[in-house]
């Protein structure tokens, strides 16, 4: 057999299959035979393989002595055997110094990692544990990976079949990971059970337990980025942990201990990417709406009278609330995020420096190295319930917008849609829009309609075309029809009543400021125009003459008649 340590018992004849070689060594430690370079009766040059109760391969290897998962394991390993008497690495230990934060997290990626391994004892032998890992960290493909979480977060039995609970906690894992690293802290959101809800119930369609391929296959038809960035965070844990567990007994040690700057620092890099964008939030003493509206989907109780406690509800205070949630709660943003393509919640740039001989150009770069952690932002462009109904008020507030943007449309029967347009509005008689226009439903239930390019619509005032704003690549069966007037919304040949609209710019600041400036010049002009002049000849026939007669007003250059 191939290297090993002292004090084990000595196998038999080697195997040459790792699947059918069983051994007797205990924690996944094996033997060493005298000599320490074959098994005693192995030819020559033949490598000795067995299988130990605690899921280690033993084989001849070459080990680094300064690979992460290799320190990480030992000091794992040196951990279990102070607080359990065991050489090896339990699930807690894993889960307490790899995962603090996330403990969870730990004990679920534990407990996979023993899963794979066939291990027969409740913890991992270190060349288990550091098999595994490197396996783990091997994995390059989307859809193994996402697959290895689906299985990771079900219940790893014989079946193998995923429950929507089990999804929903895979869900809320991501959604607990990426707002822990939000920009304005860890945030919540008090509609992110119906945000879930709405994605496990689309997947399942009330299935009680579904194969993980189907999962698998059904996650990336509908939200592609969602489980991603737990992936990274698994990936960033394993491989920078070893440097940030401090041993007192390994003080001395320049391997494995680093200063409290470098953890502080290894910390901070967990948030390796913050896809979920930051919502503009709304002046609750900007505009009457019964209360302000925050991003994350508190409501203001302005408008509401006190209440005595523990009194249900009216029908008319129940509307009331469900008029003031916010369209886009944080967790929808989220999810959002995590199923559009890339471009709408693309991180902001760095503005270049003015000066590239200056000395703040390292920083600079170094800035830019952490694009990732700059999240976009997300402006309200127009929100009916503050700026008005009709198709007027919506082409006000949304042409000029030279960014991608959403439409959000509230219909009755607690419908939500989402029309996402990666370029300006324009009206046209036209389909435009570029690769990345998407048609979403987000509730009750959540699912991708449709992702084409020259999929949207919009005419108000040509003659001979539909008018309306509409969404779906066949012109003669749209997915999404609104009229033109925008109260209406028809899907699958029923139509429903739009309660409120809102619109968010997923552009840049400077995108922002050209439709603000456009709109600025459009109002100079109005009042330009309002000011004629005109000679006497032309005011005796102007129809605005003839008006102020009929009003009784003859001598209308006098202004005190």
């Keep these: 057999m191939g290297n090993a340590h002292s004090g084990g018992k000595q196998q038999g004849s080697g195997s040459s299959s790792p699947s059918k070689a069983k051994g007797n060594a205990g924690a996944g430690e094996p033997a060493q035979a005298n000599g320490g370079s074959a098994v005693a009766g192995a030819a020559p040059g033949v490598r000795g393989m067995t299988r130990t109760a605690s899921g280690a391969d033993i084989q001849d290897r070459s080990q680094a002595q300064f690979q992460p998962v290799d320190k990480l394991g030992r000091i794992l390993a040196k951990k279990c055997e102070e607080l359990h008497g065991i050489h090896g690495v339990t699930g807690d230990v894993f889960a307490r110094y790899v995962f603090p934060r996330y403990p969870d997290l730990g004990h679920k990626l534990f407990r996979y990692l023993r899963f794979m391994s066939h291990a ?41 079949l995923i429950k929507p609970e089990n999804l929903k906690h895979l869900l809320r894992t991501c959604y607990n990971l990426a707002m822990a690293h939000y920009s304005d802290g860890p945030q919540s ?65 320049s391997e494995t201990v680093v200063s409290i700057s470098a953890i502080n620092a290894g910390e901070a890099s967990y948030g390796l990417e913050l896809q979920t964008p930051i ?15 925050g991003a994350g989907g508190g409501i203001g109780g302005a408008s509401m009278l006190p209440r005595e406690p523990g009194k249900p509800l009216t029908a008319e205070e129940r509307e009331r609330l469900k008029n003031q949630q916010p369209l886009l709660p944080l967790s929808e943003a989220w999810l959002l995020a995590g199923s559009l393509p890339p471009l709408y919640s693309k991180p902001q740039s760095v503005p270049a420096p003015i000066n590239p001989n200056s000395a703040n150009l390292t920083s600079h770069i170094f800035l830019a190295k952490l694009l990732s952690l700059v999240p976009s932002h997300w402006t309200s462009l127009y929100d009916s319930r503050l700026d008005g109904s009709g198709t007027n008020r919506f082409l006000h507030h949304v042409l000029g917008y030279r960014g991608p943007n959403l439409i959000l449309f509230r219909c009755e029967d607690d419908l939500l849609f989402c029309v996402a347009n990666p370029n300006e509005w324009r009206e046209t008689h036209l389909y435009i829009g570029d690769e990345g226009s998407c048609c979403l439903q987000l509730l009750p239930k959540f699912q991708m309609l449709e992702k084409k390019p020259k999929s949207l619509y919009l005419n108000t005032h040509i003659r001979g075309y539909p008018k309306g704003l509409r969404a779906g690549s066949d012109p003669r069966k749209p997915i999404l029809i609104v009229d033109e007037h925008f109260e209406r919304l028809e899907y699958r040949a029923l139509q429903h009543k739009i309660l409120s609209i809102e619109v968010w710019g997923c552009g840049n600041q400077q995108q922002r400021d050209v439709q603000l400036d456009i709109k600025k010049w459009q109002v100079k002009e109005a009042e330009r125009q309002r000011t004629v002049k005109m000679t006497a000849a032309d005011w005796m026939d102007h129809p605005d003459r003839y008006l102020l007669e009929l009003g009784g007003r003859q001598n209308y250059n006098n202004s005190s008649t």
């Design 120 to 160: 027969k004892t409740e913890h991992l032998g270190l060349v288990a544990f550091r098999q595994q890992s490197e396996k783990f960290l091997a994995l390059l493909d989307d859809s193994v990976i996402l697959e290895s979480y689906v299985r990771m977060f079900g219940d790893l039995n014989e079946s193998e």
């Design 189 to 253: 959101c008090r509609l992110l059970n119906r945000t879930l809800d709405s994605v496990v119930q689309s997947c399942f369609f009330s299935k009680e337990s579904l194969s993980p391929g189907y999962i698998c296959r059904w996650l990336e038809n509908n939200v592609p980025r969602l489980v991603p960035p737990i992936h990274k965070y698994c990936v960033h844990a394993l491989s920078t942990s070893h440097r940030t567990i401090i041993d007192n007994s390994m003080v001395s040690n």
């Design 279 to 293: 919502l503009e939030k709304t002046n609750p003493f900007g505009k009457e709406l019964g209360g302000g509206v």
